[in-house]
């Protein structure tokens, strides 16, 4: 059976995965021993197959994680690959649900469905129709609907509070020079508004937010051998895929961390709608739970240092919770 190899952090889990192995497809199924969750990865090679034979596939495959372990929930997505020679870190994400929705094994309810990543409002695609079916001509997306959607992840970019107003206007540019087909002065001028509500709300915020305490938290952190990363991606994949990528930079020095912490956007989304934030943590170079008990005490210490109040039970198995934490950070530049 042919496999990826592993992330680090990650558990790799030794399963056959029939409905992707009759199409030669990599399969990579994980679970982190300090997250309530699993990762099931399809990596179709030299050959793209249609959405519903994608869909058909992941919905099998997530069948027989579940099958495997249904005590957690399970994240399923896919990429493609032109050959079996190039690097899987250059392979294609196949979005065939949209930038809204994700394939997910529900452990409460033991349903294989979509999911709506939170914040986003882009309903789901049907993944069986032919693909570029109810498109424009050509396959490509309807212009309103693009517009909807890029207005919806500017939106997003200036609330989220990372990027300056000359930074969202250059991705912006960039999306509209790759064909993304949205209405560039429609969106330039939905930014304004947002920014200029978002510049009357923060007239009316403290001095000093809770963003900037965990500001300080997360640089007091770095100083002592924590890497703490802030928005790592868009889910716990991508936030340890992050991890990997600074701890293997060559300007990352050996043995400068020895754990780490992040959250990622839909966190953010959800500390937006007011259910505060959550961070997921975990030792550098072992899986010993004591070593990530270790870190997130540290963690814990850091953010009480800096004036949050974090939430714990202290079990290597539960993120680190911040319930009071207002989202209110104010846009640079």
Known sequence: MAHLSAPSFFNHIDLAFPPAERLGALTRLYHSPHQSLYGLHVTFVGRRPANRE???????????A?????????HADASFLPSAATDPAAGQTLDIYGRSHFLCFDCKTGAIGLRRIPG???????????????????????IDDATEHMQSEVTEAIWYGFDSPAE??????????????????TVKAAVAETLASKRRAEAGWPETTDCDRLDRAFARLHEEGILALQCAGNTMGDGMQWVNEQLADPRTADGQYTGFCFFHSQDIDRALEGEGLQLAFGPVNSDEEK????????VCHALRQAGLEPAWNGSADVRIRLPRLRWQRRTPG
Request: hydrophobic share 40%; charged share 30%.
């Open 54 to 64: 994608i869909d058909r596939v992941l919905r099998e495959c997530t069948a027989l």
């Open 66 to 74: 579940a099958a495997h372990d249904a005590r957690f929930n399970i």
């Open 120 to 142: 986003t409002r882009d309903p789901a695609p049907d993944p069986c129709l032919p693909d570029g079916e109810g498109a424009g001509e050509a396959g490509t997306p309807d």
């Open 168 to 185: 969202i206007d250059a991705m912006i540019e960039i999306e509209d020079e790759e064909g993304a087909g949205f209405d560039v002065q």
């Open 291 to 298: 070593d990530a008990v270790a870190v997130a005490q540290r």
